[in-house]
């Protein structure tokens, strides 16, 4: 397994093909209804709530970095994005775009991740697909995921809900994500390693949504960071948000880095964040469910919502306000 490649031939819907899904994928998702290898897959009818699907792609560089790889990322961005609606996932699909002369070893080593991740959230792979490129057309490995959930009756999240008054949460501190990658991808050393923060929310949210089901709306700061996901929140409910500064939690090596480089925590990507609004006297109930989860030991209210002009602010530590913007463009390509 270490010396094989990936040849054009494993894309072409010959035996090679099919050995290399025996083989390598199906192994590690192996489910009844994957297991039948058709061309499609039946997801069981649910009362009781409304289905959502959401589907993404994942380019990131390097493939592999401290706290994760492409597989687990693929993995928890999907699961998050159905997280953010309140719903419990039911079933994923993966698309792998390889190119020619990828190690084998690394594409098991990517879907044993993946499996791992899906284990835990739990969610099952149900159908997929494997497409080959030419070496040097291609750039290692491209992850797609679609992922199908549950929203129970009587959850609703959305912006248009929030008021002012309303409290902002976040379940950690921020910028890791992108932090290891900047760091893995340019060999930086801080002398402590920083760790991509890349973990599967659906339990968080369903803690959250266990004790305050009255919960306003959430997101998951992906690209664009905090910055990004109150930006778009504040964009469609018509109301503005501040941000405490000083309850922002940043790790110290991130914060280092930040320094270093001059940029700005709340404008880069996190893959284990969360972001909830709640009516701001549910506030404790809401900081004390995301404490009793794994991921959300170190939650914080960070802000609230208010009914002046719809838009970003930060209270700083010196007691002025400052408006923060999103930039046109990402503080660091592929990053996810």
């Known amino acids: 397994m270490e010396d094989k490649k990936i040849l054009l031939t494993h894309g072409s819907g010959g035996r090679l093909m099919r050995d290399l899904i025996r083989d390598v994928i199906l192994p590690a998702f192996d489910n009844p209804s994957l297991r039948k290898l058709e061309d499609t897959a039946e997801i069981p009818a649910h009362e009781g709530g409304r289905l959502v699907m959401t589907t993404d792609g994942y380019v990131v560089r390097p493939l592999?970095?401290?706290?994760?790889?492409?597989?687990?990322?693929?993995?928890?961005?999907?699961?998050?994005?159905?997280?953010?609606?309140?719903?419990?996932?039911?079933?994923?699909?993966?698309?792998f775009i390889l190119e020619e002369g990828f190690p084998l070893a690394d594409l098991e080593r990517i879907v044993m991740s993946m499996k791992e991740a899906a284990d835990g959230v739990p969610v099952?792979?149900?159908?997929?697909?494997?497409?080959?490129?030419?070496?040097?057309?291609?750039?290692?490995?491209?992850v797609s995921t679609t992922g199908v959930g549950l929203v129970p009756q009587g959850i609703e999240l959305s912006?248009?809900?929030?008021?002012?008054?309303?409290a902002v949460l976040i379940n950690g501190p921020v910028g890791?994500?992108?932090?290891?990658?900047?760091?893995?991808?340019n060999d930086f050393s801080l002398g402590v390693a920083v760790r991509s923060d890349c973990a599967p929310l659906f339990r968080l949210m369903e803690a959250v949504l266990r004790e305050v089901p009255e919960a306003r709306c959430a997101r998951d700061p992906?690209?664009?960071?905090?910055?990004?996901?109150?930006?778009?929140?504040?964009?469609?409910?018509?109301?503005?948000?501040?941000?405490?500064?000083?309850?922002?939690?940043v790790e110290e090596p991130v914060r280092n880095l930040c320094e270093l480089l001059g940029l700005d925590p709340l404008l880069m990507a996190n893959e284990g964040k969360m972001l909830v609004v709640v009516p701001g006297e549910k506030a404790d109930a809401c900081l004390k469910a995301m404490k009793g989860a794994p991921e959300g030991a170190d939650a914080r209210v960070i802000g609230s919502v208010n009914d002046r002009k719809p838009r970003l602010t930060v209270k700083t530590p010196y007691g002025t306000t400052r408006i923060v913007t999103v930039p046109s463009g990402s503080q660091l390509p592929r990053i996810c």
Do not use: Q, W
């Not at 309140?86 to 993966?94: D, N, V």
């Not at 890791?176 to 991808?185: F, K, N």
């Not at 690209?223 to 409910?237: F, Q």
């Open 64 to 95: 592999f970095f401290p706290g994760g790889d492409i597989g687990k990322l693929a993995v928890c961005g999907t699961v998050n994005d159905l997280a953010t609606a309140g719903a419990r996932p039911l079933a994923m699909s993966a698309g």
């Open 222 to 249: 992906t690209r664009g960071g905090v910055a990004a996901a109150l930006t778009e929140i504040v964009e469609a409910a018509g109301y503005g948000i501040e941000l405490v500064e000083d309850e922002i939690p």
């Open 159 to 166: 912006p248009a809900k929030i008021r002012p008054g309303d």
């Open 124 to 142: 099952s792979f149900i159908t997929g697909d494997t497409k080959v490129v030419e070496k040097g057309r291609g750039d290692g490995i491209y």
């Open 176 to 185: 890791s994500h992108e932090a290891a990658i900047l760091s893995a991808r």
